[in-house]
């Protein structure tokens, strides 16, 4: 079943390590099927290169097994948490990438401080706090510390992302992970100065109404 959607979640995986989101078997890509709200996720711990769709498993909102024959990820049930309490979402990225994760070990949000953060995030990408992996605990601080971005940082764990459907929380991921970069270097040369809100209003407005076809 949803085949469609099994096939497109082993490309969208394979994104992951093209940008450089992930190593070896970590992060992972969840998506929920409009029709039938069922959640397409990868199986524990499957190389990426190896990765094909009966690697793809689909469970309900209560994490009960539709159809697969490997184990879900082991992040699943913080997958489900944000779907139950988002229903905007479709689909959900989790990444260690290098810069995003600095600043998560740290536990400081990345600064507004480039036109393309406001463009994508419309203001610094948040910090939540700390929370243990295998169940909902995860899920949770991401639902109450993302706020309106499409992208959280979890102290001393990683980056979590959201969008309409897989494809929009994957390019959230990148973004995070490219904005993490620009201005964890600019850090080293100085202090960057923080966009005003007003101007990242107008910013993110244009990105998210004019910009594109």
């Known amino acids: 079943m949803l085949e469609k959607l099994k096939e497109e979640l082993v490309q969208l995986h394979l994104e992951l390590p093209k940008h450089n ?10 998506a ?8 397409v996720i990868k199986a524990s711990g499957i190389r990426y290169e190896e990765m094909r769709p009966e690697h793809m498993v689909v469970v309900d909102l209560d994490g009960k097994m539709v159809e697969g024959d490997y184990k879900p990820s082991s992040d699943i049930y913080s997958h489900l948490y944000i779907y ?4 905007d979402v479709g689909g959900v990225v989790h990444t260690h990438s290098v810069y995003a994760t600095a600043f998560a070990a740290v536990n400081k949000p990345i600064p507004v401080v480039l036109t393309a953060i406001a463009d994508e995030f419309g203001g610094p990408i948040p910090c939540g706090g700390f929370a243990l992996i295998g169940d909902e605990a ?3 601080v991401v639902v109450e510390s993302i706020g309106k971005s499409p992208a959280v940082l979890l102290k001393n764990h990683g980056v979590f992302t959201v969008g309409k459907n897989a494809e929009a929380a994957v390019k959230a991921a990148v973004m995070t992970e490219d904005a993490a970069a620009t201005v964890w270097m600019a850090l080293q040369i100085g202090t960057p100065d923080v966009i005003s809100q007003e101007d990242v209003d107008k910013l993110h407005q244009r990105y998210t109404n004019v910009y594109g076809q």
Request: net charge positive.
């Open 21 to 30: 989101l992930v190593v070896w078997t970590g992060g992972n890509v969840s």
């Open 84 to 87: 139950k309490h988002r229903e």
């Open 32 to 39: 929920r099927d409009g029709e039938t709200g069922l959640i």
């Open 138 to 140: 995860i899920g949770k």
